[in-house]
């Protein structure tokens, strides 16, 4: 039977049988907790980027990008200090499963550790050579790898922060515009290093992608984030934001309370949670 005959039966089947088959072959496993999606940084223009000298808040890198707000008059490569939201980002790369797949073991600031995902967890990943049969497969089977999967992006060791949340910014931005329609969840590390050196800078990353969430992303439900330093979890009270939207919640899974999951529906209960660590 040729592909082509095969492609027109399966079109034949009523779309409600389709359905059934796209979601068995492409929402998630009821075994997968997160999708992983692994990336590297490319720091195109810090001195000497390096993995392993941490300095914390006071950590200084020098960079030579091409800043406007910088006039070189005389010496036109001169470098600056880095800072964030005025130099330019690192690049961001996206790796494939099929070229490895590493998940987190624990959680671990600096330093997270990391392992090869195991057989048994490359089996769950999903199956997507069916949207290569057709366009009009494609265009129905699409959703179903979206919906229902927690995305969580992850990064080994890097020169000042692993950037995750503008790691997650830049790939949601590279979607389609009816994949991204059918994003629904997001996980979040929140600890020292996973968006900065500097922790001064966590909040904006939380700005940004908490405004992107609610402009960008019409079928977002839930948000979580997996707490593990105190110090940063001020920072996460900007999402405060996604209840604007009424169909978005926040679940929040602190180290220091056991990861007990608590669920926040409404705005005054997610910033009052801040207020409890605060007393
Ligand atoms: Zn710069």
């Known amino acids: 039977m040729s592909a082509k005959v095969s492609t027109s039966r399966f079109l034949d089947l009523p779309t409600s049988i389709r359905e059934k088959i796209y979601a068995y072959l492409l929402l998630p496993h009821p075994e997968e907790d997160v999708t992983t999606i692994n990336y590297t940084l490319n720091w195109l223009y ?33 470098s600056h200090i880095y800072t964030r939201y005025k130099c330019i980002g690192p690049d961001i790369h996206f790796t494939s499963p099929r070229n490895g797949l590493w998940v987190l073991q624990t959680a671990h600031g600096q330093f997270n550790i990391l392992r090869p995902a195991s057989a048994d967890e490359l089996k769950l990943r999903p199956t997507s050579a069916i949207l290569q049969v057709s366009k009009q497969i494609y265009s129905e089977a699409l959703p179903f790898l979206y919906r229902d999967r927690d995305f969580f992006f992850l990064t080994g060791p890097c020169p000042r922060g692993r950037y995750q949340a503008y790691a997650t910014l830049q790939w949601l931005g590279r979607l389609s515009e009816r994949a991204r329609a059918n994003v629904e969840i997001l996980t979040l590390l929140v600890q020292t290093y996973e968006e900065d050196c500097n922790v001064a800078d966590v909040e904006g990353a939380y700005v940004e992608l908490a405004e992107y969430i609610v402009d960008s992303l019409p079928g977002f439900k839930w948000l979580c984030i997996d707490v593990w330093d105190e110090k940063v979890y001020g920072a996460a009270s900007v999402f405060s934001t996604l209840f604007e939207e009424e169909r978005m919640g926040v679940v929040a899974r602190k180290r220091w309370q056991g990861f007990e999951a608590e669920v926040f529906v409404s705005k005054e209960s997610f910033l009052g949670s801040f207020e409890e660590e605060e007393e």
């Not at 993995?51 to 001169?78: K, M």
């Open 46 to 78: 810090l001195d000497k980027p390096s993995n392993t000298t941490f300095a914390g808040s006071t950590q200084i890198d020098l960079c030579s990008c091409p800043r406007e707000d910088i006039h070189y008059d005389d010496s036109p490569h001169d």
